[in-house]
């Protein structure tokens, strides 16, 4: 770091010291080991990772940055960093520096790779706990309802939605229903317009196959009867006493519940269980949960910050093992599902979900899921004449053999039938693969271990660290998909012997050159 850079970065942690009152912040600088390279601190910054060549300076501070996060760094020769509080990191001139204002950095060798790093880390940190998500979440395909029905989700159009999905030949799996739904903003009941009948509606969802999770935010509309009786228990982030914060996010301007606050806790998961009983919903898609949200001027009159109260929302999500979360504190070793922020409907987010699960496995968040297949970005949709076919085709294959593989968008509505074909393929290729899969599931609910891994992960020291574009599923399944345009790319191989996809047998180490037509997928299992 040059002499301006350092003291640009002193006076920021001085400032906010003393604007917190807290002791002075806690640093740690490491010169770099050779060759070593360091994963860590944010899902979104994935397609960054590993730092240690290029310069690099992140505060998480508040910014999860749309996904997950958490204080930890792991590297490729055994070393590891980790803070309780949220700390500010910088790779710059071979050096790396930490610092945090909330509390003492923790560093070490645990061994000489990424996996006795992340090994230590896990044990020590934040143990796995051993338990599972709803096995449902791995067993078949997710369908979300967002991009087909937006903001007009109804009853007669969920039902339309899951009766193609099972006409059209995709196994029924877990279904959710997006934003939308509900009367208002934390009235979780079934809009009365939209939803004639949700307990019938429910009942044939079920009949069909499918759970049923619903999307929840801990938002509360401001004109209805439901926020009058939770401000007089001062449930909300408060503007001023007795005033309740409007807090802008992206559906307008809402209170917000206050989680450390006994009362509104209550209140919400009581609500969730509520809907669990009378509808027969079967879990929820917890969205919103962004510290963005938790401003410092809200929280003066608690002792915690935005980062620890955005853990306090995705610790609801614990009494639910049907769950999904987009924004996370901590947590790892926990049995939450971690999807990927909305990806956009072009090559380059598609080249950034393999980077980005890595990235998640790698700071303990062990159940990740992809984005929806194609992107979640719903404009890109509208018109079917700009859809990329090919961008679904291959988006589909990343999910296949991924942990989780979630549609949004309708294959048979958007697709001609021979890319529809090939996404089907996908499908068959995922449900061949279930039973490994879900193994592997439990095994990284026992362990704490990523289930999506880098390479560098399973083979150290064979000059992986930079491969973004093929992953491991344990240790014995390399998957290596299309993530560019195009029909033909290079795939790394390990030390070992491998049985392609297509029946070829090689022994690694070695690069290959392959052809990958549209409906190819490929994979390559190790043998024993």
Known sequence: MNARHVLGFCLLLVSATARAGEPAPSEVNLDLLAGEAWWGGAVTLGTRMPYGDAPVDINLDGDNRGNQYAPLLVSSKGRYVWCEKAFRFAFKDGALRVASTGSPILHGRAGTSLRDAFRHASRTFFPTDGKLPDPALFAAPQYNTWIELMYDQNQVDVLKYAHAIVDQGFPPGVLMIDDNWQEDYGKWAFHPGRFKDPKAMMSELHGLGFKVMVWVCPFVSPDCDVYRALRKKKAFFMEKPGDPAMVPWWNGKSAMLDLSNPEANAWFTG???????DYGVDGFKLDAGDTSFYRADY??????????HAGLFAAIGLAFPLNEYRATWKLAGRPLVQRLRDKSHDWADLGKLIPDMIAAGLLGYTFVCPDLIGGGEFTSFLNTATIDQDLIVRSAQVHALAPMMQFSVAPWRVLDAARLAAVKQAVALRLRFTPRILDLARAGAASGEPILRPLAYGYPDGGYEAVKDQF???????????VTPGTSRTVRI?????????GRVITGPATLSLEVPLERLPYFERQP
Request: proline share 11%; charged share 30%; net charge negative.
């Open 299 to 308: 929280l003066a009159h608690r002792k915690l910050d935005p980062n620890e």
């Open 472 to 482: 491991l599923m344990g240790d014995d399944l390399l998957v290596a998909p299309m």
């Open 271 to 277: 609500e969730l269980a509520r809907l669990q009983t």
């Open 494 to 502: 390990p030390p070992g012997t491998w049985k392609g996809d297509d």
